[in-house]
T-cell receptor
């Protein structure tokens, strides 16, 4: 069975600090897709990134970057120079090729203090 | 712009009543999903549909039903609401296909069953 673990339940940092959110996944399949979603205090789920299992290139989008390492089954998310608006719950998720069910981690609540 | 909407955004009902939550997407996506989000359980899949007239049970389908009569809509019905169904409900949609397409989420419906 597939599983996604976000061991950090809550993280609190001061604005402008860098912060990394950890995501570890389990699957025996060789083809799968990993996602990160953001859930701000307003409650909606916002898609951030999708990565397939064959693409281990790191991704950078502005202050956001993602580090995918198959060797450690991890897909970590780093926010550089954090801002108060980054405060949210962040979810990592996994889906297998041919499946439609997203398997979510429990989420990490990130608080950025001014 | 394409979008996915849910209504109502908030609902209070009584135990035993039938409740229907609406989900409408203008992405023209084949796949639609219903999740519930609860503290301590993350997001759990209730029902999903791969297209018109197709419906499938997710991991927590007891007490819920869906029907898909067109591409745009997947209403979720609670046949006889129970207090255990107090939750936040999210609808999502994605393109059809095997390659882990991104699911885009609606804004959510907060349901309170008294």
């Amino acid at each position: 069975a597939q599983k996604v673990t976000q061991a950090q339940t809550e993280i609190s940092v001061v604005e402008k600090e860098d912060v990394t959110l950890d995501c570890v996944y389990e699957t025996r399949d060789t083809t799968y897709y990993l996602f990160w979603y953001k859930q701000p205090p307003s409650g909606e789920l916002v898609f951030l990134i999708r990565r397939n299992s064959f693409d281990e290139q790191n991704e950078i989008s502005g202050r956001y970057s993602w580090n995918f390492q198959k060797s450690t089954s991890s897909f970590n998310f780093t926010i550089t120079a954090s801002q108060v608006v980054d405060s949210a719950v962040y979810f990592c998720a996994l889906i297998l090729q041919g499946a439609q069910k997203l398997v979510f981690g429990q989420g990490t609540r990130l608080t950025i203090n001014p | 712009d394409a979008e996915i909407t849910q209504s109502p955004r908030h609902k209070i009902t009584e135990t035993g009543r039938q409740v229907t939550l609406a989900c409408h997407q203008t992405w023209n996506h084949n796949n639609m999903f219903w999740y519930r989000q609860d503290l301590g359980h993350g997001l759990r899949l209730i029902h999903y549909s791969y297209g018109v007239q197709d419906t499938n049970k997710g991991e927590v389908s007891d007490g819920y039903s869906v029907s898909r009569s067109n591409t745009e809509d997947l209403p979720l019905t609670l046949e006889s609401a129970a207090s255990s169904q107090t939750s936040v409900y999210f609808c999502a949609s994605s393109e059809g296909g095997p390659d882990g397409e991104t699911q885009y989420f609606g804004p959510g419906t907060r349901l309170l069953v008294l």
